[in-house]
């Protein structure tokens, strides 16, 4: 009885080294996502091509643009590798990491607690807020567009914040903001949100800017992040030591000052106080 006791004990143990060299190899063969890109020598990036300042087509020389491209090339230099932007609207960005199709994401995508189930997020690099772009004669209070139809991009929060804010209104959902500023100009919607400085890069190249008005009040007050695919905290890491590099050498206000102006002329929320961790 005691022989097969120890006889069982022994094959025991055997299966469970074997399950625990397995897992040991399973864990070493796993994909290190940076040392990938490393290996190709380029990262993709997931980034607008039309939500100007952040990322749109320059009409000159038909290159993706923007404030977070200046991001990604950074994050890219940082790494040592070449930039390969992939165009993006706000609800393919996730899609586009989780599929393999693109690295980052670096498109103005707000750190959200149902975003981060699905993926990681760096430190923040920007702050903004939600607010409404009205026809010039209409109300100034947010309150007043409780009841109207309002036009957001798809798949943002904003449109989130719309249903949770004003359950009553109609909400109608655009592709890109160009889309919901012709809706708004055609009069299909009585406003239109999205984050404070994307309305601000809109409004300021628009022929008509001086037909439309940004309302002072925010619907909601909102942290970006870059996107990173679950489990790969080497990359997350690289990625969050750039962004940190960059604010503490003020690499990311000179950023920011070409895009959105300096912040003594034209305050935005771009700023964070964040420290290494």
Same mark, same amino acid.
């Given at each position: 009885?005691?022989? $097969?006791? $120890? =006889?069982?004990?022994?094959? $025991?143990?055997?299966?469970?080294?074997?399950?625990?060299? #397995?897992?040991?190899?399973?864990? &070493?063969? +796993?994909? %290190?996502?940076?040392? %990938?890109?490393?290996?190709?020598? @380029?990262?993709? @990036?997931? #980034?607008?091509?039309?939500? /100007?300042?952040?990322?749109?087509? %320059?009409?000159? #020389?038909?290159?993706?643009?923007? =404030?977070?491209?200046? !991001?990604?090339? *950074?994050? *890219?230099?940082?790494?040592?590798?070449?930039?390969?932007?992939?165009?993006?609207? /706000?609800?393919?960005?996730?899609?586009?990491? &989780?599929?393999?199709?693109?690295?980052?994401?670096?498109?103005?995508?707000?750190?959200? /607690?149902?975003?981060? +189930?699905?993926?990681?997020?760096?430190? /923040? =690099? !920007? @702050?903004?807020? &939600? +607010? !409404?772009?009205?026809?010039a004669k209409s109300p100034d209070q947010l309150d007043a567009y409780s009841k109207a139809r309002i036009g957001a991009v798809k798949g943002t929060t904003g449109e989130q914040a719309l249903h949770q804010r004003f359950p009553q209104s109609r909400v109608l959902a655009y592709d890109d903001i160009p889309l919901a500023l012709t809706a708004l100009r055609n009069g299909n919607v009585q406003a239109i949100t999205q984050d404070s400085t994307i309305l601000a890069g809109l409004l300021s190249g628009a022929p008509d800017k001086a037909d439309f008005k940004i309302l002072p009040d925010l619907l909601s007050k909102e942290e970006i992040g870059v996107g990173v695919k679950k489990g790969e905290p080497a990359l997350l890491k690289a990625v969050n030591d750039e962004l940190l590099r960059l604010e503490s050498t003020g690499q990311a206000a000179k950023i920011y000052d070409v895009w959105f102006g300096p912040e003594t002329k034209n305050p935005q929320p771009r700023a964070f106080k964040i420290e290494a961790k």
């Open positions: 009885m005691m022989a $097969t006791k $120890t =006889y069982r004990a022994k094959k $025991t143990l055997l299966a469970l080294g074997v399950l625990l060299a #397995t897992g040991i190899a399973a864990s &070493q063969a +796993q994909a %290190d996502q940076l040392a %990938d890109i490393k290996a190709a020598g @380029v990262v993709k @990036v997931a #980034t607008f091509d039309a939500n /100007p300042p952040f990322g749109s087509v %320059d009409a000159k #020389t038909h290159k993706i643009v923007g =404030y977070d491209v200046d !991001f990604a090339e *950074a994050l *890219a230099k940082s790494l040592g590798v070449k930039l390969e932007l992939v165009a993006t609207n /706000p609800a393919n960005r996730i899609p586009l990491l &989780q599929s393999g199709k693109a690295d980052l994401i670096v498109a103005d995508i707000t750190i959200t /607690p149902e975003r981060a +189930q699905v993926i990681d997020f760096s430190v /923040p =690099y !920007f @702050v903004t807020g &939600q +607010q !409404f772009l009205v026809p």
